[in-house]
Protein backbone atom coordinates (compact mmCIF):
# COMPACT_ATOMS: atom_id res chain seq x y z
CA UNK A 1 0.00 0.00 0.00
CA UNK A 2 1.18 3.32 -0.62
CA UNK A 3 1.19 6.12 1.94
CA UNK A 4 -1.12 9.25 2.25
CA UNK A 5 2.05 11.41 1.69
CA UNK A 6 2.56 9.44 -1.86
CA UNK A 7 -1.11 9.49 -2.59
CA UNK A 8 -1.38 13.04 -2.80
CA UNK A 9 1.87 14.26 -4.26
CA UNK A 10 0.73 11.91 -7.42
CA UNK A 11 -2.74 13.16 -7.60
CA UNK A 12 -0.79 17.25 -7.46
CA UNK A 13 0.94 16.36 -10.05
CA UNK A 14 -1.62 14.51 -11.89
CA UNK A 15 -3.93 17.43 -11.58
CA UNK A 16 -1.02 19.97 -12.06
CA UNK A 17 -0.06 18.37 -15.70
CA UNK A 18 -3.32 17.83 -16.50
CA UNK A 19 -4.51 21.85 -15.80
CA UNK A 20 -1.35 23.02 -17.54
CA UNK A 21 -2.36 20.89 -20.78
CA UNK A 22 -6.09 22.13 -20.26
CA UNK A 23 -5.10 25.77 -20.45
CA UNK A 24 -2.47 25.47 -23.50
CA UNK A 25 -4.46 23.34 -25.97
CA UNK A 26 -7.17 24.10 -27.89
CA UNK A 27 -8.74 20.80 -29.82
CA UNK A 28 -11.91 19.88 -27.83
CA UNK A 29 -10.89 16.35 -27.82
CA UNK A 30 -7.50 16.62 -25.85
CA UNK A 31 -9.39 19.20 -23.28
CA UNK A 32 -11.73 16.76 -22.75
CA UNK A 33 -8.89 14.01 -21.89
CA UNK A 34 -7.13 16.83 -19.77
CA UNK A 35 -10.81 17.17 -17.77
CA UNK A 36 -10.54 13.34 -17.39
CA UNK A 37 -7.28 13.42 -16.03
CA UNK A 38 -8.12 16.40 -13.86
CA UNK A 39 -11.34 13.99 -12.52
CA UNK A 40 -9.44 10.81 -12.23
CA UNK A 41 -6.99 13.11 -10.36
CA UNK A 42 -9.80 14.31 -7.52
CA UNK A 43 -10.50 10.46 -7.07
CA UNK A 44 -7.04 9.59 -6.05
CA UNK A 45 -6.94 12.60 -3.46
CA UNK A 46 -10.25 11.59 -2.51
CA UNK A 47 -9.77 7.27 -1.94
CA UNK A 48 -6.05 8.78 -0.48
CA UNK A 49 -8.62 10.95 2.41
CA UNK A 50 -10.85 7.94 2.52
CA UNK A 51 -7.96 5.80 3.50
CA UNK A 52 -6.74 8.00 5.93
CA UNK A 53 -9.50 8.90 7.61
CA UNK A 54 -11.44 5.37 7.39
CA UNK A 55 -14.68 6.91 6.39
CA UNK A 56 -16.69 5.81 3.27
CA UNK A 57 -17.98 8.86 2.55
CA UNK A 58 -15.07 9.70 0.10
CA UNK A 59 -15.58 7.12 -1.59
CA UNK A 60 -19.19 7.90 -2.66
CA UNK A 61 -18.22 10.87 -4.12
CA UNK A 62 -16.10 9.04 -6.22
CA UNK A 63 -18.92 6.99 -7.40
CA UNK A 64 -20.45 10.41 -7.88
CA UNK A 65 -17.19 11.44 -10.20
CA UNK A 66 -17.29 8.01 -11.94
CA UNK A 67 -20.85 8.66 -12.84
CA UNK A 68 -20.30 12.88 -14.17
CA UNK A 69 -17.46 11.21 -16.01
CA UNK A 70 -19.13 8.37 -17.85
CA UNK A 71 -21.94 10.95 -18.73
CA UNK A 72 -19.16 13.06 -20.23
CA UNK A 73 -18.48 10.60 -22.39
CA UNK A 74 -21.63 9.61 -23.52
Avoid: C, D, Y
Avoid at 26 to 38: D, G, K, P, S, Y
Avoid at 44 to 63: D, H, T, Y
Amino acid sequence: MMPFEHLLALSFVLFALAAAGFLTHRNILVLLMFAELMLNAANIALVAFSKLNGAPEPQVFVLMIFAVAAAEAG
